[in-house]
């Protein structure tokens, strides 16, 4: 049996009665949003920041890439630190601090300043008066603050959840929080972190899989709302 996602016929929405009402035209009344990758592009600058902040001859970009092929959205500190076990066979704390913290510095820019993707204002304008929006991120929660409140995103929010939580522990106090089952509750996002979390608590997951994926969302969404 395949994992559930919205386009799985049970979670289509249905269609109107009669009278041209649609009350369950939406089962999800919670909606979990990733932040890279999902609302704003900034996949492309996480990636090179760490061929940025170690240096460009052998051995180190090969195993950069290996390592971000296999590790992409594990935290930069266990990313780091697998890189250095690769070259040097050993490392400090003070050396995965020294390369994490230049590695925050360089994406906190890029990141506050690349574009959000198609449809991300559209979809938690359309969204945050119908439903309860929550951010579940891989990044710092303090640094994932500060990006959201430069953007004017805050207000869409009930919470906002970056590392050290665990997307499933984010997604469980979720519906812990709204006292809902995990069928009211849509996870969007880009990574198999937001799959997997999804598949782990048994909710519905939209994935995004091109920059117009969310435009897809308030279509389907949206016009219910």
Known sequence: MGFPTLFSPRYMPPLATADGCCPMAIFQRIIVFDFDGTLVDSNVIKRDAYFEIFPHQYPFPEIITRTLQRDFEQP????????????????????????????????????ANC?????????LEAFSSHHALYLSSNTPEDSLHDLVGRRGWLGYFQGIFGQPHR????????????R???????????????????????????PITQPTSLLKLVEIYGRHA
Request: glycine share 8%.
């Open 76 to 111: 930069r500190q266990i990313i780091i630190a697998e890189i250095l076990r690769q070259v040097a066979g050993s490392f400090t704390p003070e050396e995965v601090q020294h390369y994490a913290a230049a590695y925050g510095t360089i994406v906190f820019d890029g990141v």
């Open 115 to 123: 574009p959000a993707l198609p449809g991300a204002d559209q979809a």
């Open 167 to 178: 997307k499933p522990e984010t997604l469980h106090a979720i519906l812990v929080r709204e």
């Open 180 to 206: 809902a089952e995990p069928s009211e509750l849509l996870v969007v996002g880009d990574g198999a972190s937001d799959r997997l979390s999804a598949q782990a608590v048994g909710c519905v997951f939209f």
